[in-house]
């Protein structure tokens, strides 16, 4: 009997950039219809594409608690040498490590995977086998189709798509209801999400009220709110900058959601207005509108990978920074972003008159 053939794919890590990688999924699937492809993701944010069919098995990377998105309770840590020992009893015939860390590479190289094609970044190209440049002006969904473009694979496409499951959504519609949200009335509900991983990218509370105050009492659509439990102190501090009743008052889901009912829940709404943040990329992967106030990342990179969504930003010389650098204009990039520019791009989304 011949041996199937087994790929492992390797992008652990951060919610936005597990969902970038689904393009790069579905063309390896076209190329290997019957191999064995298995992915190596963080044991938060690879919940986010668990329901996708182009993968055979999700291993669960987790060593660290580095990031404020990845925490998971009660998970026993793994060490390092765990995940070599694993990996190569799998005896895996290639690797693309699509993050970028000198660690992931030797991970792949310790494992005794023969094939390894990557990025050549962080010294480490002398641990992979096919070496691919990684272009800063570029979109990561390109980027990561690069890696399969060097290793000899055509693609052909490059959509961003997700999964949602029925009971999913069902689900979701209950806990709205729960709070008095009817989810199949015809009022337009629009996500605020006014946090991200890295606090630098996040637009002022007081220019967040005026929205959702404008939204609630003008604009004739109920404000939503979603993220962690410790993301509902954020909205908390955005409402005490509000002194006037509410037309329609916001509901705050914060806590209410993991990351798969968070599909669904975002896919239940008509619009997302937010900051820099995989909540973004979210919203582009179930088809729901997107409207991104950026400041000191590269839009181009960075983007909702989807062609009606909106980019606001501004147009300084030091922009964009990647926030490699102490920033001497005190963030003025993303300061400097007007509510008017939001409420523009709001209105012409949702076909609301302008106050």
Not at 18 to 33: D, G, S, W
Not at 77 to 83: I, L
Not at 106 to 123: H, P, Q
Not at 126 to 131: A, P, S, W, Y
Request: proline share 4%.
């Amino acid at each position: 009997m011949n041996k199937k053939y087994k790929i492992l794919v390797m992008r652990y890590r951060f919610i936005g950039d597990t969902i970038l990688t689904i393009p790069f999924l579905r063309n390896l699937r076209y190329a290997y219809p019957d191999a064995q492809i298995d992915m190596l993701v963080a044991p938060v944010s690879g919940e986010i594409i668990d329901k996708c069919p182009y993968v055979d098995n999700f291993i669960y990377f987790d060593t660290t608690k580095k990031h404020r998105y990845e925490n998971k309770a009660g998970n026993e840590k793994k060490d390092f040498r765990y995940y070599v020992k694993y990996l190569k009893e799998q005896k895996y015939d290639k690797a693309y490590v699509l993050k970028r860390s000198f660690s992931s590479a030797f991970l792949a190289f310790a494992a005794g995977i023969k094939n390894r094609i990557g990025f050549n970044t962080e010294c480490r190209g002398f641990l992979l086998t096919t070496r691919v440049p990684y272009i800063e002006d570029r979109h990561e969904i390109d980027c990561f189709l690069d890696v399969l473009k060097a290793d000899g694979i055509e693609i052909k496409d490059n959509y961003l798509e997700n999964w949602v499951t029925q009971e999913e959504i069902d689900e979701v519609k209950a806990i709205m209801r729960e709070k008095n949200l009817n989810p199949d009335d015809e009022i337009k509900k629009v996500i605020i999400h006014a946090t991200s991983g890295n606090r630098k990218k996040e637009w002022a509370k007081d220019k967040w009220a005026e929205i959702i105050t404008w939204l609630s009492n003008e604009a004739n659509t109920q404000v939503v709110f979603n993220g962690t439990q410790n993301d509902s102190t954020v909205y908390e501090e955005i409402m005490s900058y509000i002194k006037e009743d509410l037309k329609i008052p916001p509901v705050n889901f914060c806590g209410c959601f993991n990351l798969r009912k968070t599909l669904a829940f975002t896919k239940l709404c008509d619009l997302i207005v937010g900051c820099d943040s995989g909540n973004l990329h979210i919203a582009a992967s179930v088809g729901t509108p997107v409207i991104g106030i950026y400041g000191p990342m590269n839009t181009i990179k960075w983007k909702a990978f989807a062609s009606d969504s909106v980019i606001i930003k501004t147009d300084l010389p030091c922009q964009p920074c990647g926030l490699k650098k102490e920033c001497l204009r005190d963030y003025q990039c993303i300061k400097d972003i007007s509510v008017e520019q939001v409420k523009a791009e709001i209105a012409w989304k949702i076909t609301a008159p302008i106050q």
